[in-house]
């Protein structure tokens, strides 16, 4: 395997600029979730150049099926995301987004690059593997209710069913040449909380007169935060958390309603479904109680995301292998969130960080931010390291 490997890095080197090119193109058009039409057909074209066919799935979904020797043998799948973000970006670089008000501000851009690059690799190695590599460029990430899960209804899991799916994500809290993994629980559900507490207004000098529903709304806020320290299990990463809360009175007047808006945030799905009983119970009847009354509205978003301990255990492996074991690192719990989750939890997963930071050139913003960038050193490493890992899972 000494020789494949030094063949893939040797394929991964030599793309290397052409990487970059495509990444830089899909920079500068980026597209909001479900619309990336124009990123969707780059892409077909781009495959069709190095003599693959894509399929559209989820409407601007692409699958490829990159087959080896023996093609029935074992399928590994691959997956990149399309989308971009509607956010203005600061960034003044030749490739900066043309389109105003949208953004490659997640790294969707080196994600779908990076994927491009492994299957132009996988296609010149094709007749040195048995299996089948399913290539899954997604769209909608960003948005509910996620193009994973989507595709999933599709079938993009089916025929052939793959037997492991691997996803990487550009990490900007690690330097580039390193990769992070984290086996079993790694990725948080996200799910949408919308409420809506409704009392009497009136002037603030006569409460006795009104039914205040900032007060009311006040104690569900804090009683609330027992589900999180007093309900949960300690053993079950649990976030709360409240970001917008609207009165519309004034100093002196009391609304006729409060709205309220936050996330819940955890990694047992039967624990998920039981907080959200337990916090619509526990808002309602407190409402109820002080004479208001609560609306309580929960969307629920994507699932947590779980990392398969053998599938983790020798992807972690062989990327030492590849990059040296002082180059990959152990990942601490990310209470964000992923539609990659929806895969992991139909099949063995992997979902891994490649890092894209170089504090030497001011790259270091985070994600979703105007400032965001990737040092595109990362995507060579991205491109043949993916490459590596569907082989090693082939064998």
Known sequence: MSDLKARVKQLASEFAADTVKIRQHIHANPELSFQEFQTSEF???????????????????????????????????????????????????????????????????????????????????????????????????????????????????????????????????????????????????????????????????????NIDPVLISAHILVALQQIVSRVASPKIPTVLSFGKVQANGATNVIPDEVKMEGTFRTMNEKWRAEAHVKMKKMAEEMAEAMGGSCEFTILKGYPFLQNEPNLTAKAREAAEIYLGAENVVDLDLWLAAEDFAYYSQETAACFYRLGTRNESRGITSSVHTPTFDIDEKALEIGSGLMAWLALEQLQ
């Open 43 to 209: 892409v077909k074209n781009t495959l069709e150049s190095y003599g693959l066919e894509a399929e559209n799935m989820a409407g601007t979904g692409l699958v490829v099926l990159l087959k080896g020797k023996n093609p029935e043998k074992k399928t590994i799948a691959l997956r990149a995301d399309l989308d971009a973000l509607p956010i203005f970006e600061k960034n003044d670089a030749p490739h900066k987004s043309k389109n105003e008000g949208v953004m490659h501000a997640c790294g969707h851009d080196a994600h779908t690059a990076s994927l491009l690059g492994t299957a132009r690799i996988l296609s010149q190695l094709k007749n040195e593997f048995e299996g089948t590599v399913k290539l899954i460029f997604q769209p909608g990430e960003e948005k509910f209710p996620g193009g994973a899960s989507i595709m999933i209804k599709e079938g993009v899991l089916q025929n052939p069913k793959p037997e492991a799916i691997l996803g990487q994500h550009v990490f900007p809290l690690l330097e580039t040449g390193k990769v992070g993994f984290r086996s079993g629980m790694y990725m948080a559900s996200a799910d949408e909380i919308y409420v809506t507490v409704k009392g009497k207004g009136g002037h603030a000098a006569i409460p006795e007169m």
